[in-house]
């Protein structure tokens, strides 16, 4: 059995413990995606305590922490990744008040390799929780105050596990008059032990932003042919929505090819029907600049 059997195998295994209980135009889009920016932006207090923000008696709060023996023993069949760490659901967060739902997966990784092993895993956790963190604290908040429709979902998948490299990806789904998905990977190097970004890939002061930037655009350029797909380029009508390059710590991950594919969030280079664009760039765009 291969790993995404595995996973897909254990996930079912988990999702069965038994716990406590079209398209919108572009100036739409671009609407949307300003309020729900706007919103974010407004957040200026400390994330708060989550677990006592809720205290409603129609809501439903679930906590799993690595001690139910059930829950446990799913955790542990994750496979071991290299000697060097495994994956557990930390936390889970469960909320449903009304309209209001929220199921949220927070994962943790583990490793009993050395300290400098040790480092970039409690690294990886650390942003795990302040980004998970603020995604809940956003939503208490949104409950607190209107209590209107809107649904959080944040969910992981190991992607890469080999003797090199271990990716790890987060997904959440905010849902308010539409949802919008986000998406952050992890890595971690198992030669080094240390976090890996995009620029760690590439040759000190190699252009890697603006290679990658050009071939992106002529990919997008050449999808664009075909009238069913849209990005925000070479617009003359909004050219400040339009996508100018990618960001240096922008997302990525390798395929099962040993390709270097970029990723992008939901509106963040394409209307939203366009879900979350990917880019797998060819070894031959960018071999001169690998390390």
């Known amino acids: 059995m291969n790993l995404k059997d595995e996973l897909k195998e254990m996930k079912q295994e988990y999702d069965n413990i038994e716990i406590p209980e079209a398209c919108l135009n572009r100036i ?40 139910n023996q ?27 008040q009304g309209t209001m739902e929220a199921d949220v997966k927070v994962p943790q990784i583990e490793t009993n390799k050395n300290k400098e092993a040790s480092e970039g895993v409690k690294k990886v956790n650390k942003d795990i929780k302040a980004y998970t ?39 959440a789904v905010e849902t308010m008059a539409s949802a919008v998905e986000t998406v952050r990977y992890y890595h971690l190097d198992k030669e080094t032990g240390k976090v890996l970004e995009l620029k760690d890939l590439f040759k000190e002061n190699a252009d890697y ?12 350029r050449k ?23 990618i960001k240096k710590n922008q997302n990525f991950y390798f395929n099962k090819s040993g390709n270097l594919v970029i990723a992008f969030d939901e509106y963040e280079v394409a209307p939203g029907y366009m879900g979350c664009p990917e880019f797998e760039i060819p070894n031959q765009v960018i071999e001169n600049i690998l390390k």
Request: proline content about 2%; overall charge negative.
């Open 133 to 171: 963190d603020k995604l809940i604290a956003s939503f208490n908040e949104d409950m607190e105050k209107n209590g209107e429709h809107e649904a959080l979902d944040v969910s992981y998948d190991v992607i890469t596990d080999n003797d090199k490299l271990f990716s790890l990806k987060i997904t």
């Open 70 to 96: 059930s829950v446990a023993q799913a955790m542990e069949k994750i496979p071991v990744i290299g000697n060097i760490v495994k994956v557990v659901t930390f936390n889970r967060y469960e909320v449903k």
């Open 28 to 67: 739409q889009q671009g609407i949307d995606m300003a309020k729900m920016e706007k919103k974010r932006a407004s957040k200026k207090k400390a994330v708060r305590n989550w677990a006592v923000s809720v205290v409603a008696a129609s809501v439903v709060f679930i906590v799993l922490p690595n001690t």
């Open 223 to 245: 999808q664009m042919k075909d009238e069913e797909k849209t990005y925000f380029l070479d617009s003359e009508d909004m050219p400040e929505y339009d996508f100018q390059k």
């Open 209 to 220: 932003v603006s290679i990658i930037t050009d071939y992106i655009k002529k990919e997008m």
